[in-house]
């Protein structure tokens, strides 16, 4: 899904008013249906490349998927006006508006990937050759796991160095990390912000520090070299990965939540911005490149520079590493990679 906020009317057609409140009512709330929308999810990770043989499994495969019981986390309201007053009345023209409720309705869902069929023969030379029979079945992959810390109003409005020890950083071979900062959904109901745009909330990275080693060797101090080490982490997969986490028109540092709405230039696409930093190295024939990461600490280091906000942001980091699938006496296993 591409992370740029989609202008819903444009895409899907007009929404249903049932009902609508007058010009200056403060008591009554507005009620509206928006047309079916359609959306599709990458399940980056899940079961790797390989070629899965479904047949040696007891009781098939089964997806869970958990779907988002708030609707603010799908659909966000872009307040536009002249008026700098978030808890107005969304009555009001030209001031902020909120959702008070709603009710999300997903169906028709559908799981789409490429399945081949072997004939019997076929399945028993593959079987055969790869000893089905004798051992435990066996391929790799990439997984990713996330950890997020949030950092407050008044951290954000001064200048100076961040460090953190990024936790529950422990694996066996850690390939890339990607960071980035998301907005939190407000108390009030006022979101002024869109929720799920990531954003890049430091003046420079820094460096990571793995076990005393720093990664990289030289800072990351503008938005071209940023966008240079992202694109380095998913080149080998797909550079588009890496596209639609930056805008060369919309990406800036140091990003912090606007509190007002804005009189004029009110962006109709979101600032979003990513840093990834690639730690493996070149390894020999059969072996891992990431780094071993289980027992040292993974530090963060970033410099910001002084921005006034009253917003605090949640950053986050996502950590790329290796781990081995395994189906034995057919049931499906997960090496987590610690």
């Known amino acids: ?27 009554t709330d507005g009620n509206i249906d928006t047309p079916p929308m359609s959306f599709s999810i990458p399940l980056m990770g899940l079961l790797g490349n390989a070629c899965v043989p479904l047949n040696e499994l007891k009781g098939g495969l089964q997806i869970q998927i958990k779907w988002t019981p708030n609707i603010r986390n799908v659909i966000w309201t872009n307040s536009v006006g002249t008026k700098d007053d978030p808890t107005a009345s969304p009555a009001v023209t030209g001031t902020a508006t909120k959702i008070i409720s709603g009710d999300l309705h997903v169906s028709n869902v559908s799981y789409e990937a490429s399945v081949r069929t072997l004939d019997d023969s076929s399945y028993k030379a593959v079987a055969d050759e790869n000893n089905f029979d004798s051992q435990p079945i066996e391929w790799s992959d990439q997984h990713f796991y996330l950890t997020e810390k949030q950092y407050l109003a008044s951290d954000l409005s001064v200048a100076g160095r961040v460090h953190t020890i990024v936790p529950s950083f422990r694996f066996s071979s850690l390939n890339n990390i990607f960071t980035a900062a998301f907005s939190n959904l407000a108390s009030d109901g006022y979101d002024l912000n869109p929720p799920n745009v990531p954003h890049i909330p430091w003046d420079k990275l820094m460096n990571y520090r793995i076990g005393g080693i720093q990664h990289p060797t030289n800072e990351i101090d503008n938005l071209p070299k940023m966008v240079q080490h992202t694109v380095a982490c998913c080149s080998n997969c797909n550079p588009a990965a890496a596209v639609n986490m930056m805008s060369s028109e919309y990406t800036v540092k140091n990003y912090r939540d606007i509190t007002t709405i804005p009189a004029t230039d009110v962006p109709t696409k979101w600032d979003r911005g990513v840093i990834g930093v690639g730690v493996k190295s070149f390894p020999d024939i059969d072996a891992v490149g990431g780094v071993d990461t289980r027992f040292i600490d993974t530090e963060f280091e970033a410099y910001k520079t002084a921005v006034a906000t009253t917003a605090p942001l949640t950053n986050v980091w996502v950590a790329q590493f290796d781990c081995v699938y395994v189906i034995a006496d057919g049931v499906l296993s997960f090496s987590d990679g610690t």
Not at 1 to 27: C, F, H, R, S
């Open 1 to 27: 899904m591409n992370l740029v906020p989609n202008n819903l009317i444009n895409q899907y057609g007009n929404w249903v008013i049932n009902k609508a409140p007058a010009e200056g009512d403060t008591n």
